[in-house]
């Protein structure tokens, strides 16, 4: 980034026209969005043989009816979210001090470790709960759409809203807004509908780690041409 200087005594109007431009181009010159949807996209990628590995199918009669613990959950994600926050905030601030700027990027990290610890807590306190209140009906869709929501997946897309709002990027929240659809309704394409049983999670997995990186994709793209 240059630094271009300001004169005085000039219409205040364009002093403060020119105040603004230069604090957008600050706020522009902040952002490193490719590398956390990158990041987060790898952690969604890498998470799918956890999942799959440690995923506890059982099933009753025929396999008609099943019940399944996606355990690898919790054994992969927390610390998995954690080092990719670390690391995203490792980026910005080396990436800032580059530019001979300031990053914004803390508030962020400290959402996506709270989020973290938020559905941690609550999977754990879900999986006590139930092998002895055992469901006897199917959830109500709220429920549903709440699981998805504090699920690792979702609580990456609560992040991003808090890192869209730190740096004003319109861009990121339009991605953001469209990424939690296709979280939380959920949008497969139709993938592996019928596929049930240990892969029965993995398409959707899988288009949700795609979105994140063809945002990842699309943001890189986008800051190479502006540069």
């Known amino acids: 980034m240059t630094t271009d200087s300001v004169p005085t005594g000039g219409d ?6 020119d105040v603004r431009s230069l604090a957008r ?6 952002r490193v969005t490719w590398f956390a949807l990158l990041v987060l ?5 890498v998470g799918i043989p956890f999942d799959w590995y440690f995923l506890v199918l059982n099933c009753v009669g025929d396999g008609t009816v099943c019940q399944f613990s996606r355990q690898g959950v919790l054994y ?6 954690l080092l990719a926050y670390a690391a995203i905030a490792v ?24 989020l973290t610890v938020l559905f941690t807590v609550a999977w754990v306190a879900a999986r006590l709960y139930f092998p002895s209140h055992p469901p006897q009906d199917p959830f109500p869709y709220w429920v549903l759409v709440l699981d ?8 990456i897309g609560v992040a991003l809203l808090v890192l869209a709002r730190l740096e004003r990027n319109l861009g990121l ?15 497969d394409f139709g993938w592996g509908a019928h596929w049930g049983g240990r892969t029965e999670f ?25 540069r």
């Open 12 to 17: 205040p109007r364009r002093l403060l026209s």
């Open 41 to 45: 996209a790898a952690a969604t990628f």
């Open 202 to 226: 993995l398409p959707q997995q899988a288009v949700n780690g795609a979105v994140l990186l063809s945002g990842a994709i699309g943001f890189a793209l986008a800051d190479r041409r502006r």
């Open 148 to 155: 998805r929501l504090i699920a690792p997946w979702g609580t």
């Open 173 to 187: 929240l339009v991605f953001t807004l469209g990424y939690l659809a296709v979280v939380l309704v959920p949008i």
């Open 91 to 114: 980026c910005y601030v080396r990436v800032a001090r580059a530019r001979g700027l300031g990053a914004r990027v803390l508030p962020y990290a400290v959402t996506g470790v709270a």
């Open 76 to 81: 992969y994600w927390p610390p998995a979210l």
């Open 25 to 30: 181009r600050v706020r522009v010159d902040q």
